[in-house]
């Protein structure tokens, strides 16, 4: 059975500092890994990630990829208020259909 | 604006009702999703269409019925529900279903209470 496994579970910082979300698999035929952001109700796209040591970034949010030892991060800096939201991780896998297995999610919350 | 709307936004029910959720997409996408989002649990598939052929159904209960009458509308159509189904629904969609990137998008969700 495909999982997901993603840490901490909830996370308090104060503005400004530096955040790092976890995100492990185990899943056959990996396709891809995707990070989302949702605040209230739809989860937002961010990075979608296919290939080991290639980082993404977007503005303070980066994420990179470890095929090998199957975890991604996703790294917030200088973080800001707008940064609440919980941070979802999501696998691609499977050889003929596609399927996206999340994990439960990062819960992150920055106050002033 | 992801350019996925579901409809309704809120939908309170008893266990006795009928009642449809709408998902419509306007980004041209073939592949179309639903997801359940409970409390403290991982989102979780439960149909998946391509090019409106169902290709996914993940042990979902019979009284949760999609129906897809064409790539850019999904429906799931809802009947004697239990409280325990009560949930946030989200739809998705992306661009194929067997492509390699399959990055998702989704709608805002349809908050349900069944009582």
């Known amino acids: 059975e495909d999982k997901v496994v993603q840490s901490p579970l909830s996370l308090v910082v104060h503005e400004g500092d530096t955040v790092t979300l976890n995100c492990s698999y185990e899943?056959?035929?990996?396709?891809?890994l995707l990070w989302y952001k949702q605040e209230k109700k739809a989860p937002t796209f961010l990075f979608m990630l296919t290939s080991s040591g290639i980082e993404k970034k977007s503005g303070r949010l980066s994420s990179i990829l470890d095929k090998k030892e199957l975890f991604s991060i996703l790294n917030i800096t200088a973080t800001q208020t707008g940064d609440s939201a919980v941070y979802l991780c999501?696998?691609?896998?499977?050889?003929?259909?596609?399927?996206?297995?999340f994990g439960k999610g990062t819960k992150l919350s920055v106050i002033p | 604006e992801t350019g996925v709307t579901q409809t309704p936004r809120h939908l309170v029910m008893g266990m006795t009702n009928k009642k449809s959720l709408k998902c419509e997409q306007h980004l041209g996408h073939n592949a179309m999703y639903w997801y359940k989002q409970s409390a403290k649990k991982p989102l979780e598939l439960m149909f998946v269409?391509?090019?409106?052929?169902?290709?996914e159904n993940n042990s979902v209960p019979s009284r949760f019925s999609p129906e897809c009458p064409n790539s850019s509308h999904l429906f799931l159509h809802l009947h004697t529900l239990q409280p325990e189904d009560s949930a946030l629904y989200l739809c998705a969609s992306s661009q194929d279903h067997r492509g390699a990137g399959g990055t998702q998008y989704f709608g805002p969700g349809t908050r349900l209470l069944v009582l």
């Open positions: 999501a696998v691609g896998s499977g050889a003929g259909s596609y399927q996206l297995t």
């Open positions: 899943v056959t035929n990996f396709r891809s």
């Open positions: 269409y391509n090019f409106k052929e169902q290709t």
